[in-house]
Nanobody, 118 residues
Framework: QVQLVESGGGLVQTGGSLRLSCVAS????????MAWYRQAPGKQRELVAR???????LYADSVKGRFTISRDNAKNTVYLQMNRLKPEDTAVYYC????????????WGQGTQVTVSS
């Protein structure tokens, strides 16, 4: 299984943008699903977006139209472009890999903090 390292988090004002990156230690070509989750204080971890190796994507309703997930298999990297950020987007964002696309994530990154100020 690969190791995942997220980066790109930070402090941004409402309406701003950030791009998160998740770099894998090995090839992600054969990993069926790569995903971004987030966890806010006192809340459960929730799915933000996921992308299949074939390119199909799925987004949480709360981020549709604002966030875009993409993967660059040649760079072993998954991105999350976040636009029009809101205070409720504040959370630690985690990257995960689901080898078989069955909802079981074999690897998680350490997380990157995103804070949106009002």
């Amino acid at each position: 299984q690969v190791q995942l390292v997220e980066s790109g988090g930070g402090l941004v004002q409402t309406g701003g943008s950030l791009r998160l990156s998740c770099v894998a230690s090995g090839s992600i070509n054969n990993i069926n699903v790569m995903a971004w989750y987030r966890q806010a204080p006192g809340k459960q971890r929730e799915l933000v977006a996921r992308i299949h190796k074939g390119g199909n994507t799925l987004y949480a309703d709360s981020v549709k139209g604002r966030f875009t997930i993409s993967r660059d298999n040649a760079k072993n990297t998954v991105y999350l472009q976040m636009n029009r950020l809101k205070p409720e987007d504040t959370a630690v964002y985690y990257c995960g890999s689901d080898d078989y696309g069955l909802g079981f994530y074999s690897s998680w990154g350490q997380g990157t903090q995103v804070t949106v100020s009002s």
